[in-house]
């Protein structure tokens, strides 16, 4: 079983940025496929980005240049750092570890980009 408690979202007008922290409980965080995921009401859930064991990272169009995902392994925390903010990235940012064939999801964080 593995816990994730998002933090760090809020309110932010137009072209600011944001900062998500996610910490997963566990002895092997640095074997998990971490990612970000987003959900906007009334639409599906969407990927956002993810992050490997070897640092590898993956993002979804409406991220790239924008949005930058790491890891810190030794505090068991992954991050997105979220540039440029837009209306349209208003939605809850979830986490998500995906570890021995399953997933988990953190309860998500509220971003609201608005003016």
């Known amino acids: 079983q593995v816990q994730l408690v998002e933090s760090g979202g809020g309110l932010v007008q137009p072209g600011g940025s944001l900062n998500l922290s996610c910490v997963a409980s566990?002895?092997?965080?640095?074997?998990?496929?971490m990612g970000w995921y987003r959900q906007a009401p009334g639409k599906q859930r969407e990927l956002v980005a993810t992050?490997?064991?070897?640092?590898?990272?993956n993002y979804a169009d409406s991220a790239k240049g924008r949005f930058t995902i790491s890891r810190d392994n030794a505090k068991n925390t992954v991050y997105l750092q979220m540039n440029s903010l837009k209306p349209e990235d208003t939605a809850l940012y979830y986490c998500?570890?995906?570890?021995?064939?399953?997933?988990?999801w953190g309860q998500g964080t509220q971003v609201t980009v608005s003016s």
């Open positions: 566990g002895r092997a965080f640095s074997r998990y496929l």
């Open positions: 998500n570890a995906y570890v021995t064939l399953r997933s988990y």
């Open positions: 992050i490997n064991s070897g640092d590898s990272t």
